[in-house]
């Protein structure tokens, strides 16, 4: 893992090369090893360490936030799927959950998952099968209200199949959605990951009938390789 070097000269040549290899181990299949890589040398996941977030994504609501700005002083927020929390950590700020900006609205964030979530600071968390028949109820009792937010970024288990991966990422995204539909208070923001693969047309219809502006971005945070990309849906018609 020694830094490579290379005589010093004007044209450059010399700079160090600073990027991390990872040699092969014993046991370890060649896609670890470049995952592995690819995660030591990733700029997000230093500056997800460095600013405390839970992980990279963090930095993908960040930016979709940045551009849409539902994330609001007051605002009452739910992060489907939850774990490992960087999405509720960035909620928690920016809808001033803790209270630390004298004079703005307080808000509330609610995050669910199937499994257990180490506790965040600011946020409310509860295991639950968001697809179960009475999500939506307890998701409005533990909020004390309709939501302003729900969003996501689920994703399936992947199967190693690009196609049927697709079929299950939509799937959920459509789940979400319909939690989403009774759980919104009217004018509200459904946030969610998709992937892109021609099988999204149905949804994006969908929520078309449902709000008055559906959007599709791919934050800058999602790796150039991934085909995921993020529909921003606002103004909940309700």
């Given at each position: 893992?020694?830094?490579?070097?290379?005589?010093?000269?004007?044209?450059?040549?010399?700079?160090?090369?600073?990027?991390?290899?990872?040699?092969?181990?014993?046991?370890?299949?060649?896609?670890?090893?470049?995952?592995?890589?690819?995660?030591?040398?990733?700029?997000?996941?230093?500056?997800?360490?460095?600013?405390?977030?839970?992980?990279?994504?963090?930095?993908?609501?960040?930016?979709?936030?940045?551009?849409?700005?539902?994330?609001?002083?007051?605002?009452?927020?739910?992060?489907?799927?939850?774990?490992?929390?960087?999405?509720?950590?960035?909620?928690?700020?920016?809808?001033?959950?803790?209270?630390?900006?004298?004079?703005?609205?307080?808000?509330?964030?609610l995050g669910?998952?199937?499994?257990?979530?180490?506790?965040?600071?600011?946020?409310?968390?509860?295991?639950?099968?968001?697809?179960?028949?009475?999500?939506?109820?307890?998701?409005?009792?533990?909020?004390?209200?309709?939501?302003?937010?729900?969003?996501?970024?689920?994703?399936?288990?992947?199967?190693?199949h690009?196609?049927?991966?697709?079929?299950?990422?939509?799937?959920?995204?459509?789940?979400?959605?319909?939690?989403a539909?009774?759980v919104?208070?009217?004018?509200g923001?459904?946030?969610?990951?998709?992937?892109?693969?021609?099988?999204?047309?149905?949804?994006?219809?969908?929520?078309?009938?449902?709000?008055?502006?559906?959007?599709?971005?791919?934050?800058?945070?999602?790796?150039?390789?991934s085909?995921?990309?993020?529909?921003?849906?606002?103004?909940?018609?309700?």
């Amino acid at each position: 893992m020694a830094d490579k070097k290379t005589s010093g000269n004007s044209s450059g040549r010399g700079a160090r090369d600073l990027r991390v290899k990872v040699k092969s181990a014993r046991g370890r299949k060649l896609s670890s090893t470049r995952w592995l890589e690819r995660q030591l040398n990733d700029p997000y996941v230093k500056r997800a360490k460095a600013e405390g977030y839970r992980g990279r994504a963090a930095f993908k609501i960040l930016e979709l936030d940045d551009k849409f700005r539902f994330l609001v002083p007051g605002a009452r927020v739910v992060d489907l799927g939850c774990a490992p929390g960087g999405w509720c950590q960035v909620a928690v700020k920016r809808v001033n959950a803790l209270g630390e900006k004298s004079g703005k609205k307080i808000g509330t964030v609610l995050g669910v998952d199937l499994q257990e979530v180490e506790p965040i600071a600011g946020a409310q968390t509860h295991q639950l099968d968001f697809m179960s028949d009475d999500a939506d109820e307890k998701v409005k009792e533990w909020l004390g209200g309709e939501a302003d937010v729900v969003m996501s970024d689920m994703a399936a288990a992947s199967s190693g199949h690009k196609q049927t991966d697709h079929l299950r990422i939509i799937a959920l995204c459509e789940a979400a959605a319909y939690l989403a539909f009774d759980v919104l208070t009217p004018g509200g923001t459904f946030v969610a990951k998709v992937l892109a693969g021609g099988a999204e047309g149905d949804l994006q219809k969908l929520l078309k009938q449902k709000f008055e502006k559906v959007v599709n971005m791919k934050p800058p945070a999602s790796r150039s390789d991934s085909s995921e990309k993020f529909v921003v849906a606002t103004g909940f018609r309700g």
